[in-house]
Nanobody
Framework: QVHVAESGGGLVQAGGSLRLSCTASGPVFATWAWFRQAPGQEREFVAGIRWSGGSTTYASSVKGRFTISRDDAKNLVYLQMNGLKPEDTAVYYC?????????????????WGQGTQVTVSS
């Protein structure tokens, strides 16, 4: 049984930084991604990484501020978030996919974590 778990959320002031971590048990996944969901809004894509080759993709709203990376030895994926803004406040979810399908699409992902809260105060 695959288990995906996020950690690293918290409360930070605008302009600050946080690093989220995601671990997943089970087989090697082709794609890992971070999504987020703010109250009353749909879950949206934030960033994704292909395990083979390490190519990354970002939502335009976070490009230049967030960085997704992987640690092969630990089977971990990180989301480094710098220059945080109040509008980044959301529950952040890690997701994994067995296949390399559309990186932005929620339906492409097979397994999801429970989420970690990120709150940015102004």
């Amino acid at each position: 049984q695959v288990h995906v778990a996020e950690s690293g959320g918290g409360l930070v002031q605008a302009g600050g930084s946080l690093r989220l971590s995601c671990t997943a048990s089970g087989p090697v996944f082709a794609t890992w991604a971070w999504f987020r969901q703010a109250p009353g809004q749909e879950r949206e894509f934030v960033a994704g990484i292909r395990w083979s080759g390490g190519s990354t993709t970002y939502a335009s709203s976070v490009k230049g501020r967030f960085t997704i990376s992987r640690d092969d030895a630990k089977n971990l994926v990180y989301l480094q978030m710098n220059g945080l803004k109040p509008e980044d406040t959301a529950v952040y979810y890690c997701a994994t996919a067995r296949l390399s399908r559309s990186i932005h699409t929620r339906a492409a992902y097979d397994h999801w974590g429970q989420g970690t809260q990120v709150t940015v105060s102004s």
